[in-house]
Each structure stands twice: as C-alpha cells, then as structure tokens.
C-alpha cells in the first residue's frame, strides 16, 4: 500500500515539478517556502567584508562569504570568465577569516554544496545575497590529468563533473576551509 503523501511534501514536489517545467523563479520559490520550510534565521552565518560574522544581516556591511559545513563560500563569484590558471590565481588571492582561498576541491562541490543547492538559494535569495547561478560553470582546484581540470555545473538537477581543458573559460568562486 502506497503511503499518502503530506501536504509539505505535495507542495514540494508540486514546486519542483513547476521549476523544472520553467514556471517559478528562485525568488517565487523562496516566497512559497516562506513559514512552511525554512526558518526566518538563515541555517548558514555570514562573513562580511570586515571579518564580521553574524547569523543575520547587518545593515550597512557587505557579506563577502557564508560558512557551510566548515567552509567559507564567497557570496560572489568572479565577475568574467577565467581559465583554470587564472582561476586559481584569482581565488587563490582571497581570504576569509584569514584563511587563504582556493576554487574548492571537486569533492567539496559535489558533496557538500551542489546538492544542496536550492537550500542554500533560498536563504541567499531571502537575504537580499545573490544567489548561486546554477548554470554557472565553475573550475575546481582538482587537476583530472595533464592539461585537465574538473569544473562543476548544477543543471535542472542533476550535478555534473566534468575533464575539461584548463584553457577553457568559467568562472571561480573562492572557498576557504576554516579551522
């Protein structure tokens, strides 16, 4: 026997189904959780600009990163594309809490992030931070082979990693694995 579904869950997949389908927006799906999912207390803390950390935003201070699972995720990702030397550069040249950045291991995308990814849209998008593109390509810092390097990419739900040539363009978003 087929257990009914609840209410939450109906809404969820009803949700999901409308996202896939190119009907709801990040914003729209963050208004629809609204009191039912997700409480008014982000579930990351912030990182500001200053080295401020808080679970709220600040008025007037500008959120560079947010901390999940140990790490400090830049709120921003690079502006322009980047090849994978570029990237690591680029990333390699923040810090967070004082700890130097790289573009994250491929295991930490794939692991930790991507999968939660709506989750983590949601809290970005109801404080005013933007959100994680899941169409962006990002590099990793993880070499494949000689001449290759993983990126990662979140399209329409499944998690993609990929050998790609380091000359290729994405771009870079900074992490940094706290202590």
Known sequence: MKAELSAKQLLIKD????????????????????????AKKPT???IYKDGTRSWNIIKGKKPAAFIVKGYAVAVARSEQYLNWYEAQNYCENQSFLGQSCSCGAREFWF?????NIWEFNLQLV??????INPFDILWTDTEVA????AAIAYFLGNRF??????????YARPVAKLA
């Not at 896939?20 to 208004?31: D, R, S, V, Y």
């Not at 109801?126 to 959100?131: G, M, Q, V």
């Open 15 to 38: 949700i999901k189904q409308q996202m896939k389908n190119g009907g709801l927006t990040i914003q729209e799906l963050a208004h629809a959780y609204d009191g039912l999912f997700v």
């Open 44 to 46: 990351f803390e912030i």
């Open 111 to 115: 692991d930790v992030l991507l999968p």
């Open 126 to 131: 109801r404080f005013r931070l933007p959100e």
């Open 146 to 149: 000689q001449g290759q390097a």
């Open 161 to 170: 990693i990929e050998a790609s040539g380091k000359l290729n363009a994405y």
